[in-house]
Antibody
């Protein structure tokens, strides 16, 4: 059974950094483009970033460009999201997903002083 | 990139059919066939229901169907059931090599 498990969320102060991880199992991780999507409390889904299967191509939403970095380690079946210069408006549940087909359960990031 | 426009809510009685629209521009919905639909129950992760405008993943009921005309994509749920009550989101690839979600639609089964 395909599974994605996010970790690394938590409480961080404005201006701080956090690195999210997403570990995959049950499917061929290295064959899938991977995404991060977030959802603020009580709000809708917002696409954040994408990385291609070998990690050579990335794209970002304007709201996180130059602050967030997506990466992957296919040997470890793991996707990452390095988040710097965090703002209150980055507070959300962050989901990792494989080509939209497989989703993790999400990890909550709270940016607050 | 502005969110795609969806109606805030749609309702129907059990057994009826409902359609949810998703309106974008020629730079997203109208320009690409990479349009997908997701179902999200409260407190749960979203689930892929339709991809590439009209394709259903394995395991998704054939009561769900998708289509597109111009800059508007649509999701139709036929034979509405109580378990279909959820939030639904469309998503499209864009000319900026990014993706954009819709504003979301709450489906209520009366």
């Amino acid at each position: 059974e395909a599974q994605l498990v996010e970790s690394g969320g938590g409480l961080v102060q404005p201006g701080g950094s956090l690195r999210l991880s997403c570990t995959a199992s049950g499917f061929t991780f290295s064959s899938y483009w991977m995404h991060w999507v977030r959802q603020a409390p009580g709000k809708g889904l917002v696409w954040v970033s994408r990385i291609n299967s070998d990690g050579s191509t990335t794209s970002y939403a304007d709201s996180v460009k130059d602050r967030f970095t997506i990466s992957r380690d296919n040997a470890k079946n793991t996707l990452y999201l390095q988040m710097n210069s965090l703002r209150a408006e980055d507070t959300a549940v962050y989901y990792c997903l494989a080509d939209g087909l497989y989703w993790g359960q999400g990890t909550l990031v709270t940016v607050s002083s | 990139q502005s969110a795609l426009t969806q109606p805030a809510s749609v309702s129907g009685s059990p057994g009826q059919s409902i359609t949810i629209s998703c309106t974008g521009t020629s730079s997203d919905v109208g320009g690409y066939n990479d349009v997908s639909w997701y179902q999200q129950h409260p407190g749960k992760a979203p689930k892929l229901m339709i991809y590439n405008v009209s394709n259903r993943p394995s395991g998704v009921s054939n009561r769900f169907s998708g289509s597109k005309s111009g800059n508007t994509a649509s999701l139709t749920i036929s034979g509405l059931q109580a378990e279909d009550e959820a939030d639904y989101y469309c998503c499209s690839y864009t000319s900026s090599s990014t993706f954009v979600f819709g504003t979301g639609t709450k489906v209520t089964v009366l």
